[in-house]
């Protein structure tokens, strides 16, 4: 994505000068979705606070549509750098911005919105929103849209312990083959590996993360990529470039699951402890995640907090159950 840097910043920049603000917005935009693709996370925030700050005043469907853009692309961000509150209020804004014919992007934004409420383990609420968009009649003519529906919707289940879980997951993996999308691939791959990693089904969890990776570089996903290599060096794999890969995406999810594997294999690294507290302390982890750095830490009454604490959120006794029959013992590093 590197080479794209120069074009970008040349659009950002023309524009400008020309004096078409709308222009410069969307370039404005699309400079910070790279600089998210490189791992230059603040870059982008910083990017797209300009784009929020020019478009503020604007009450026309064009100018909406922006800053539309520009809130839900700030909210992913936010998600992956794990700060979940944040990346709501800003995904909301999205989707309260957005004008009503943009029904493509809408449901795209609504996608990005469940993932930040399951980051936040609002994770009924998370399948709900995923409803309202799968019953919207436009979601049935766009493909992409039907494939990330299942590929969130499939994490979701899974953390949630649902048997639908994996149907969702290969029917991602399949549709993301039909539509040549290898990175929707490699990031079902990656919930699918997660998930046989927690039932112990070792061998099947090696082989999905394998897959994970040929798909995540087929894609360029540098993100599907390293999720995967970090759970392929906990099961033993020599991965001696992983490191500086990891650092330079700067994304929390990923240094504590690298913190993890080497930690699992016994190499842990020096100040692991340190950094796995202020990891569990500071950011919004997945769940997987934030219980095996409890469990790492030795912390099980908090491990056993968390759980209880978002079990109580499910209304329905049998999905309160399967829930807590999945996280409430036996978690591994």
């Known amino acids: 994505h590197r080479g794209l840097l120069p074009g970008l910043l040349h659009r950002q920049r023309l524009p400008r000068q020309l004096g078409d603000g709308d222009a410069s917005a969307e370039a404005r935009t699309g400079l910070a979705s790279a600089e998210l693709d490189n791992g230059r996370l603040l870059s982008a925030i910083s990017l797209l606070e300009s784009v929020h700050s020019d478009l503020t005043a604007r009450h026309d469907a064009v100018g909406r549509t922006l800053a539309a853009r520009a809130h839900g692309l700030h909210g992913r961000i936010l998600l992956y750098r794990g700060q979940a509150g944040d990346g709501l ?99 079902a791959s990656v919930f699918l590996g997660e998930r046989r990693f927690w039932q112990r089904r070792d061998a099947e969890a090696v082989a999905a993360f394998e897959a994970a990776v040929a798909a995540a570089r087929t894609g360029r996903d540098r993100l599907g990529e390293a999720m995967a290599r970090t759970y392929l060096l906990r099961f033993g794999a020599d991965d001696p470039d992983l490191a500086e890969f990891v650092d330079a995406l700067a994304l929390p999810s990923l240094r504590a699951n690298l913190l993890l594997a080497h930690a699992a294999r016994g190499t842990a690294l020096p100040g692991t402890d340190e950094a796995l507290d202020a990891l569990q302390r500071d950011v919004d982890l997945p769940l997987s995640l934030h219980l095996r750095v409890l469990t790492w830490l030795d912390r099980p009454a908090s491990a056993r907090s968390l759980v209880r604490t978002i079990g109580e959120r499910f209304q329905q006794r049998s999905v309160r159950q399967r829930f807590l029959q999945q996280w409430s013992s036996g978690i591994r590093v």
């Open 89 to 187: 209020r800003h995904l909301q804004s999205a989707v309260k911005l957005l004008p009503d014919d943009a029904e493509d992007l809408r449901c795209h934004l609504e996608i990005d919105l469940a993932r930040v409420e399951a980051l936040g383990h609002h994770y009924q609420k998370a399948l709900k929103t995923l409803h309202e968009v799968e019953r919207r009649p436009s979601a049935r003519h766009l493909p992409r849209v039907r494939l990330r529906l299942y590929l969130y919707r499939g994490q979701v289940r899974a953390v949630l312990g649902a048997d639908d879980a994996t149907q969702d997951l290969r029917q991602a993996i399949a549709e993301a083959e039909q539509l040549s999308m290898p990175t929707y691939a490699a990031r």
